[in-house]
């Protein structure tokens, strides 16, 4: 059973912009913060940005003031919204649990080019 999906992702110019979308079943949706993590070539998965239930976030400090973390609780989903892209956001995007302790697993994830 699928219960993170991610999309949005393609090839864009630097200081471009794309928007992730993450859907995720319900059961995961409404009991837990979400996060976005991204796996460059040859490096670990690394944390992303993070919002709470409640809608409180948090991000690493590479991202801060280009991307914004956001839920929709009517569709169980969560949005990345990349702005002043760089090439070294180029990765692999996956959402999760945050903390991953509750993981269900991770998905197929989605690719993110930015080419300079």
């Known amino acids: 059973q699928v219960q993170l999906v991610e999309s949005g992702g393609g090839l864009v110019q630097a200081g471009g912009s794309l928007r992730l979308s993450c859907a995720a079943s319900g059961s995961i949706f409404r009991i837990n913060a979400i996060g976005w993590y991204r796996q460059a070539p040859g490096k670990q998965r690394d944390f992303v940005a993070r919002?709470?239930?409640?809608?409180?976030?948090n991000y690493v400090d590479s991202v801060k003031g280009r991307f914004i973390i956001s839920r929709d609780n009517a569709k169980n989903t969560v949005y990345l919204q990349m702005n002043s892209l760089k090439p070294e956001d180029t990765a692999v995007y996956y959402c999760?649990?945050?903390?991953?302790?509750?993981?269900?697993?991770w998905g197929q994830g989605t690719q993110v080019t930015v080419s300079s």
């Open positions: 919002i709470t239930v409640g809608g409180s976030t």
């Open positions: 999760n649990t945050w903390p991953l302790t509750r993981s269900p697993g």
